[in-house]
């Protein structure tokens, strides 16, 4: 295996399936196959998990909602899904904690960080629900920082695409796909990879980013051994 300890990032929306919102529990035991084989071999593998299959705070605010009030029920949101994931990683036998960036002590410890190295040293894979804590972020700033603070090798963005594009693949035939760039050229280019606060987080701590297709069997295994699937950004 190429990576020792991951952050692996999966999006609410990706727990969907084909819903249209909530958790598709197929889904779930799918992921859950996919991250046993790389924790049976011995890698540490933390997981930051979304909320926008159930709520996004932007979606409440653009509606009238108080802001913060619905960035609150988002990061609820990210705890509902981080429960649900612990739930199918325990069927595989795989032993999980959740830790959550908001205090909610009856079903998740909170976010303690030597704690959470701790469970990865002994091979317990750790849920970061809550997102920051705070509001005005996102997921993928929560998966930047957790994985900055927990000494992650690389971030891996597991999507419904299998890379970063020149442009929407969806609408332009033309689109390429990169299997290298830099965090500079995705920033010159204007690519989406992350928002910008979690972006410029990476770049600044040199911390590398994988975007790859999640729905794939074997695919996670692929990227944390070295194969060259996905796009990967990198100084
Ligand atoms: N959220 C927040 N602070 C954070 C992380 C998330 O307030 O640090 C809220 C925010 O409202 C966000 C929602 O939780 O819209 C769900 O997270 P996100 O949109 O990142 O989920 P994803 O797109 O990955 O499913």
Redesign the pocket.
């Known amino acids: 295996m190429q990576y020792k300890r991951i952050l692996l990032?999966?999006?609410?929306?990706?727990l969907m399936g084909s819903r249209q919102y909530g958790i598709d529990p197929d889904r779930l035991q799918e992921y859950a196959k996919e991250i046993k084989d790389i924790t049976d071999k011995g890698v540490e593998v933390a997981i930051v998990?979304?909320?926008?299959?159930?709520?996004?705070?932007?979606?409440?605010a653009s509606r009238g909602m108080d802001?913060?009030q619905?960035?609150?029920?988002?990061?609820?949101?990210?705890v509902i899904?981080g429960l649900a994931l612990q739930s199918a990683l325990e069927d595989e036998d795989i032993p999980t904690r959740l830790q959550s960036?908001i205090k909610i002590n009856e079903v998740a410890e909170p976010f303690i960080r030597r704690k959470a190295i701790r469970h990865l040293e002994k091979g317990r894979v750790v849920i970061f629900g809550?997102?920051?804590?705070?509001?005005?972020?996102?997921?993928?700033?929560?998966a930047v920082l957790r994985a900055i603070e927990i000494g992650a090798e690389v971030i891996l963005k597991g999507t419904r695409v299998d890379g970063i594009y020149s442009s929407d693949p969806e609408k332009n035939i033309d689109a390429t796909k990169f299997d290298n760039i830099s965090f500079a050229d995705v920033l010159q280019k204007g690519l989406k990879v992350m928002d910008t606060t979690a972006f410029t987080l990476s770049q600044e701590n040199e911390l590398p980013i994988i975007v790859f297709d999640m729905n794939t069997r074997g695919n996670l295994y692929k990227v944390v051994s070295g194969e060259n699937i996905g796009t990967k950004v990198n100084l």
């Open positions: 990032k999966l999006s609410g929306e990706a998990i979304g909320g926008g299959n159930i709520f996004r705070g932007l979606a409440g802001r913060v619905g960035d609150h029920m988002g990061m609820l949101a990210t899904n960036a809550g997102g920051t804590g705070n509001p005005y972020f996102t997921t993928d700033s929560a």
